[in-house]
């Protein structure tokens, strides 16, 4: 999970583009971007791993999967091919899955449902970034 995060990131660097881009005024630093998605990451893979554990390839872990996909599909379409609309679409239909994962985990696995609360709050925060970076530029 992290290793994958790694090499697409690693693999679509914001880059020049990205840095010539205006940015609304609650855009963070470069630097905070890597140290939030490894810790979320983390979260993210205890979460699935619990999930699997309890319910196999179930439904809750079609979610999860889907919002994963969604996650590594990102980075590409918004740093590599300059998609920022697409990506937006993209980001939003994440957090959906990712609510849905919280919902679904609520009453079976609390854990597995708290772990995804930060990343919410961060794929909320990403969706706003990424609305106004399109918005202003």
């Given at each position: 999970?992290?290793g994958?995060?790694?090499?697409?990131?690693?693999?679509?660097?914001?880059?020049?583009?990205?840095?010539?881009?205006?940015?609304?005024?609650?855009?963070p630093?470069?630097?905070?971007?890597p140290?939030a998605?490894?810790?979320?990451?983390?979260?993210?893979?205890?979460?699935?791993?619990?999930?699997?554990?309890?319910?196999?390839?179930?439904?809750?872990?079609?979610?999860?999967?889907?919002?994963l996909?969604?996650?590594?599909?990102?980075?590409?379409?918004?740093?590599?091919?300059?998609?920022?609309?697409?990506?937006?679409?993209?980001?939003?239909?994440?957090?959906?899955?990712?609510?849905?994962?919280?919902?679904?985990?609520?009453r079976?696995d609390?854990?597995?449902?708290?772990?995804?609360?930060?990343?919410?709050?961060?794929?909320?925060?990403?969706?706003?970034?990424?609305f106004s970076?399109?918005?202003l530029?």
């Amino acid at each position: 999970m992290v290793g994958g995060g790694w090499i697409i990131g690693a693999s679509n660097m914001p880059g020049a583009w990205y840095g010539s881009l205006n940015k609304p005024p609650f855009n963070p630093p470069n630097w905070l971007f890597p140290i939030a998605w490894t810790v979320l990451y983390i979260l993210v893979a205890i979460a699935g791993w619990r999930t699997y554990e309890r319910v196999g390839s179930g439904a809750v872990m079609q979610v999860w999967w889907g919002h994963l996909v969604l996650n590594f599909a990102w980075s590409p379409v918004f740093f590599t091919a300059h998609l920022m609309w697409v990506a937006f679409a993209i980001i939003v239909s994440m957090f959906v899955l990712i609510v849905t994962f919280i919902v679904m985990q609520w009453r079976d696995d609390r854990i597995a449902a708290l772990l995804f609360v930060p990343y919410a709050c961060w794929v909320a925060f990403a969706s706003a970034l990424n609305f106004s970076v399109n918005v202003l530029n």
